[in-house]
């Protein structure tokens, strides 16, 4: 949602935190802050991130720009892609999966008891599948301020289906799903 407000343009973000972006002059802005800021937050980078991954929000890095599709991102469920208008680079393939196709991969939120921050890209493994391609790719991951670490993953339908989800080679680092705060189910 955007509103307007003394010449800034203040953008709703998604999730269960309310969280805003501004965008207007450095003094608008500055204003506004001298007026929220016994209610409101500066937020770290890691933090943001950490809410992204909190919202079900994915963020694409360098590390991972060619490891998804938008459906595997739940883009389509975000409203983050329209399959009615447009053209862009690679837009048969999406719309192929859209209608034709059966998608095999999708995005969770997910913990982990472990300090090791896994970066975007990153391979996830199982005990049970065994192609080339391991169990799905982390999105994003932050640590958790209770402990451990939160993450947005693609991970496969088999995968899910087995609770079968680990960081690591040596399945030592399990993967525990978490409700992601919208429905990813989609007609198919």
Request: with cysteine; aromatic share 8%; proline share 3%.
């Amino acid at each position: 949602m955007v509103s307007h407000y003394n010449g800034m343009q203040l953008i709703r973000l998604s999730g269960d935190k309310a969280r805003f972006e501004c965008a207007g002059s450095s003094e608008a802005i500055e204003q506004l802050w001298q007026t929220l800021q016994t209610e409101a937050h500066f937020l770290n980078a890691e933090h943001w991130k950490l809410l992204d991954i909190y919202a079900g929000q994915p963020n694409v890095y360098d590390s991972s720009k060619e490891a998804f599709i938008p459906q595997m991102l739940n883009l389509q469920v975000l409203n983050g892609i329209s399959f009615k208008k447009g053209c862009y680079t690679g837009q048969e393939v999406v719309a192929r999966m859209q209608y034709l196709g059966k998608l095999k991969r999708r995005m969770y939120r997910a913990q982990c008891a472990t300090q090791t921050l896994p970066m975007p890209g990153d391979k996830l493994y199982s005990a049970t599948i065994k192609s080339g391609q391991g169990a799905g790719n982390i999105v994003d991951a932050q640590h958790d301020p209770e402990g451990g670490i939160d993450c947005l993953a693609v991970i496969t339908s088999a995968a899910v289906e087995k609770d079968d989800i680990f960081l690591d080679e040596n399945l030592q680092f399990k993967l525990i799903l978490q409700d992601i705060p919208y429905s990813i189910e989609t007609e198919e």
